[in-house]
């Protein structure tokens, strides 16, 4: 097990990059992982940790915890305020521009965890900010539509934070992320998997900014795009 990379480290707070694939902590959804964000950031720093927010298990990035319980109430605070500015990319299908996209979702449920939970709530209002960084042409037909197919790196900023946001607003646009298996396309993933060995989402949370909780001073992290997202494209160059 290697150490997970630390973007932030300070007294009472420190930040992740997290890798695609990892839980932040054990779940009844995902009863057969073994590797948790959180034990193995306690192990790692030799001190416990307290989650502040959280990312899905396919999705990389930015990550925060707090070193005390205090310390992580205060910063989820401000990620229910929606204090927090949050940045992600990814690449989606087809060419897409610069917009925002207002469209409420239903909450979607988990049998086991969400059983208890209200099952006929009504749609929640949900925001997102989305521009187009680059966009790429791969001389192959992965569908029966087109000879070439096309992609786009996008940045994206939810400006609320619905479960499943930003991919389900992308696969509304027609324009769904690339490895997401609940919302995209299934022959874009499965040329992918088979042509680049890509089984992840193409989705990751690389900019957070926010007000730290004792000191007031603004912190601004960001971490790289993954390397896999832009090799299928630079390999047809």
């Not at 930015?62 to 927090?84: M, N």
């Not at 990319?89 to 060419?95: P, Q």
């Not at 791969?138 to 940045?155: F, G, I, N, Q």
């Not at 990751?204 to 912190?219: K, M, V």
Request: with cysteine; charged share 25%; hydrophobic share 35%.
């Amino acid at each position: 097990m290697s150490n997970l990379t630390i973007v932030y480290d300070d007294a009472s707070l420190v930040v992740i990059d997290k890798p695609a694939g990892l839980l932040v902590h054990r779940s009844w959804i995902a009863r057969e992982a073994t590797e948790f964000a959180l034990q193995q950031l306690r192990d790692q720093i030799g001190q416990r940790v307290y989650p502040v927010h959280r990312l899905d298990r396919p999705t990389s990035g930015l990550l925060v915890f707090g070193k005390d319980a205090d310390t992580a109430r205060l910063l989820s605070e401000q990620f229910a305020e929606r204090h927090v500015t949050k940045r992600y990319h990814a690449i989606v299908r087809g060419y897409l521009g610069d917009g925002v996209l207002d469209y409420p979702l239903k909450e979607e449920l988990d049998k086991i965890a969400d059983k208890r939970a209200k099952q006929d709530k009504e749609p929640q209002p949900a925001l997102t900010e989305y521009r187009c960084v680059q966009q790429f042409e791969l001389p192959v037909a992965v569908t029966d539509r087109h000879p070439t197919s096309r992609y786009s790196l996008m940045e994206l900023w939810p400006k609320t934070g619905r479960k499943h946001q930003l991919r389900r607003h992308m696969a509304h646009l027609r324009h769904p992320i690339i490895g997401d298996t609940r919302h995209g396309d299934s022959r874009q993933n499965r040329y992918f998997r088979e042509n680049h060995k890509l089984t992840r989402l193409l989705l990751a949370a690389t900019g957070l900014q926010f007000q730290h909780p004792h000191s007031g001073a603004a912190i601004n992290l960001q971490v790289p795009i993954p390397p896999e997202f832009l090799q299928p494209f630079v390999a047809a160059e």
